[in-house]
């Protein structure tokens, strides 16, 4: 830590402190205005315009002044938005104070090392609706007096990156240990927590509509910092996505498919930890079932039927999604549909040859990490009457309260279902029911 501020080109110094800029931002905006305003609407517009800067002007300055009382202990990692009401008219002021290094001025790297801040750089900014959208900003520099801060300290940088792992600014950062503190990240995705005591800490990202790779939003992460030096974290934090999945059948002798229903589908990407996939699931056959909360991998996500395994169809076709839909390429906040096939099981239940009703039949998933287990009932023709199922292989049971008979390996793994299955209810076939 520096015993003095350094003089600083076109800045004044004042015991520690150099003001470094003084300036108006606006919003770049295309405003059609009609022929008919008046010349007089339009002065009296930039009038108040004009009193409202004049204000948010003042307001910065005021900030600054009282920012100016503080300790540097208090300052460092200090992020506050105060409500100032003036009339009719309402600002907002925003306190924040980073940590800079000596060489250029600019925020400590998000990255490992030894390197650790010179300047405090402590900015006023205020907003209004009355400001047609500037804002007022003073920033200064800040130098804290040498013993400030001691060699059990150290700071924690939290990087965050969005689906391009380019850097997110303004997402609000938490962390909780030894020492609490609030701050937004900034132009480099960077929130750098400077000079805090040594230890573990708990990292919170919680902004609405945003996720992280597993999908999660109130994103918690532990960190260590180390006296002397700079620990970092990435994360991945971007506007979620969301897929409305339908669904299809080929059933036996149909000319074209037609809507089916399912109870769960699986989102897959890589990405995704632990497993690579994520499952939404319903109590009840759904004609269409929402993933929602999906990190928008640039690499996309493949969606097909079932939460297991072996419901994937890439298991037994590696290119099935080249030929077949069900493959969505997501973006941030992307809404998207998406049709995939549930392959039909063509069974037909008979007794003395003929069709049985409303027959009893379960069938359960017996592919590898699979045990899914599904009731339904026959038709009038003794078909299933819902015959759409996630791709794999199943154990058919089918009994009519009174006598069963089972198929213990059907391949349901074609997308044009399977062959006729005829399950005959038969005396030698067994008794009682399904289960």
């Known amino acids: 830590m520096h015993a003095s501020a350094h003089q600083r080109p076109n800045g004044r110094r004042e015991d520690g402190w150099i003001i470094v800029e003084v300036v108006w931002s606006a919003l770049i905006l295309l405003i059609v205005v009609s022929a008919v305003l008046t010349a007089l609407n339009t002065s009296t517009a930039a009038s108040g315009l004009s009193r409202s800067r004049s204000v948010a002007t003042t307001l910065a300055e005021q900030d600054q002044e009282r920012l100016r009382s503080y300790r540097a202990v208090d300052l460092s990692n200090f992020y506050e938005t105060r409500t100032v009401g003036l009339g009719a008219r309402t ?33 006023s900014s205020v907003t209004s609706p009355t400001l047609a959208g500037r804002t007022a900003r003073i920033r200064t520099l800040f130098a804290p007096p040498v013993g400030s801060f001691g060699p059990t300290q150290g700071t924690l940088a939290v990087k965050l990156e969005d689906y391009l792992a380019a850097p997110v600014p303004n997402v609000d950062v938490a962390i909780t ?32 509509g945003w996720v992280d790779a597993a999908g999660t939003t109130q994103v918690t992460k532990s960190g260590t910092v180390t006296g002397g030096n700079v620990n970092a974290i990435t ?44 499952r939404f699931t319903s109590s009840t056959r759904q004609s269409t079932i929402n993933a929602t909360g999906l990190f928008p991998f640039s690499s996309g996500y493949a969606v097909y039927a079932g ?5 994937n169809p890439q298991a037994d076709d590696p290119a099935y999604f080249q030929s077949h839909p069900g493959f969505v390429q997501t973006s941030p906040a992307g809404s998207y549909a998406a049709t995939v096939r549930v392959p039909a099981i063509n069974l037909a239940v008979t007794r003395l040859g003929l069709p049985v009703q409303g027959a009893h039949v379960v069938l359960t998933a017996t592919g590898a990490g699979c045990s899914e287990r599904t009731v339904a009932t026959t038709g009038a023709g003794g078909a299933l009457v819902q015959p759409g199922m996630p791709f794999g292989t199943y154990s058919v049971c089918a009994d009519d309260g009174v006598r069963r ?20 209810l038969v005396l030698s076939g067994g008794f009682g029911v399904c289960s």
């Open 307 to 311: 939460s297991c395994p072996g419901a």
């Open 235 to 278: 994360l991945q934090y971007d506007r979620a996505a969301q897929i409305a999945v339908t669904f299809d059948t080929a059933a036996a002798g149909a000319a074209a498919a037609s809507s089916s229903s399912a109870t769960s589908i699986t989102v897959a990407n890589s990405g995704v930890p632990p497993s690579g996939e994520r």
């Open 177 to 208: 240990g030894p020492d609490s503190a609030l701050l937004p990240t900034n132009g480099l995705g960077c929130a750098i927590f400077g000079y805090i005591p040594t230890g573990s800490y708990n990292v919170a990202l919680d902004k609405p």
């Open 91 to 123: 600002y907002f002021v925003t306190s924040l104070t980073e940590w800079v290094r000596d060489s250029n001025g600019e925020p400590v790297s998000c990255t490992n090392g030894t390197v650790n801040a010179d300047y405090l750089l402590v900015s």
């Open 405 to 424: 008979v089972t198929a213990p390996d059907v391949d349901n793994t074609s997308p044009d279902g399977t062959l006729a299955i005829a399950l005959e």
